[in-house]
Structures are given as structure tokens and as C-alpha cells.
């Protein structure tokens, strides 16, 4: 079976290989949490990546923003606004 010619598989399948990425690693960090010496490494990983969920949201905030006003700027206006 062919999924990468499939137009309604392909539109999410990038979207599902990072998920799913992302949960190797999450269980990788748990098997590796077992030993003893890597346990506060992973701790502080984890803590790093807490943290930076703030950071994210806003990063995401501003860049949807500024992404509307740049698609706001570059349409050209129509005829009947243009005239006033």
C-alpha cells in the first residue's frame, strides 16, 4: 500500500512522523532514566523543556501575528475601496 500518493494520507503525515518522533524520544528518556547516573540528567531535560513552554506560546502568538499583518500588507486593494 502506497501512502505517499495519497493526497489525504500525505497532508498529515509529516505532522504524524514529528508526533511520533517526539514519542520516541519521550520513551528513550524513560529507559534511559533508569540508570542511575543519567537520572538528573533527564530530570533537567525535562525541566528545560517545561520551561520553554511559555517561550513557545508566545513565539507562536507573535508569529501568527505578524503573519497576518504581512498577508494584510501585501493584498492589493480592490477597486471599489481603492477609489475612496
Sequence with gaps: ???????????YLSELRLILI????????????IFEDFGFLV???????FDLVPFMATYVLFMIIFSMVY??????PDGETASI
Design 71 to 76: 498577508i494584510v500588507l501585501s493584498t492589493e
Design 43 to 49: 530530570s533537567m531535560i525535562q525541566f528545560c523543556l
Design 22 to 33: 517526539s514519542l520516541a524520544m519521550m520513551k528513550l528518556l524513560f529507559f534511559v532514566r
Design 1 to 11: 500500500m502506497d501512502f505517499e500518493n495519497n493526497d489525504e494520507t500525505s497532508l
